[in-house]
């Protein structure tokens, strides 16, 4: 991701070419590459740093005490993680995990309270605010995705989010294998194959791995 891009980005958002510099200089910046599988947050930990997407993809999950496995999220380039564990100095409730070879960049907010007050500083705490914000917004959303208390609602529901913004066309694909999709929407991986065989059966969607259409009924 270089500089054009990173100042698109809405934890940069506001800044320019020039103040971008001092604005990773401010966070105290540095990269890593990670090998999949490989653990960045671990469930229990106390971080200062909060996590930046450059390359690949993480995974957000929790793991309770009898090894039952729920993904939060899955997050690919671009994406921030870790901000608000960062900020609050709380022990992590969960674990984060690159699910594929990934290179992040990380971040020290709180560095931002201890510099003199500057325009880039302001800009820099605002968006990371907004970003939070939005994040309150998404979790939401997947209490819709979990609510249901069938597996075709809970697949309806996440299926119809995942929707391309303005698209015309109701295909897309999803960031989950079938046992992520468990995972996530906290169904019996069998079970969740069942049942998107009777919905293909049923005319509700079409799909091949990871890529869904959805289907309008006559």
């Known amino acids: 991701m270089n500089i054009l891009e990173l100042i698109k980005h809405p934890l940069f958002t506001g800044l320019d070419e020039k103040s971008l510099p001092e604005a990773l200089k401010l966070f105290e910046s540095s990269e890593k590459s990670l090998k999949k599988g490989e653990c960045i947050f671990k469930s229990g930990s106390i971080t200062e740093v909060m996590g930046f997407v450059l390359e690949g993809r993480i995974q957000i999950e929790s793991t309770d005490y009898w090894g039952n496995k729920t993904i939060i999220d899955n997050l690919g380039s671009g994406k921030v993680f870790g901000e608000t564990y960062a900020l609050t100095g709380k022990p ?35 968006n990371i605010l907004q970003i939070s914000m939005n994040k309150n917004l998404h979790l939401s959303q997947r209490i819709f995705h979990t609510n249901a208390k069938t597996i075709r609602g809970r697949l309806l529901a996440y299926l119809s989010s995942c929707l391309p913004a303005k698209s015309p066309h109701a ?29 293909k059966t049923d005319g509700l969607i079409d799909y091949w791995k990871n890529h869904f259409r959805l289907l309008h009924l006559d």
């Open 171 to 199: 295909e897309f694909d999803i960031p989950y294998d079938r046992q992520q999709l468990a995972d996530y929407l906290q169904v019996d991986r069998s079970a969740l194959s069942a049942e998107l065989s009777k919905m």
């Open 92 to 126: 992590l409730m969960v674990d984060v995990v690159a699910v594929e070879d990934s290179k992040i960049m990380l971040l020290k907010p709180k560095k931002l309270f201890l510099q003199d007050d500057n325009k880039i500083n302001s800009i820099l705490l605002q």
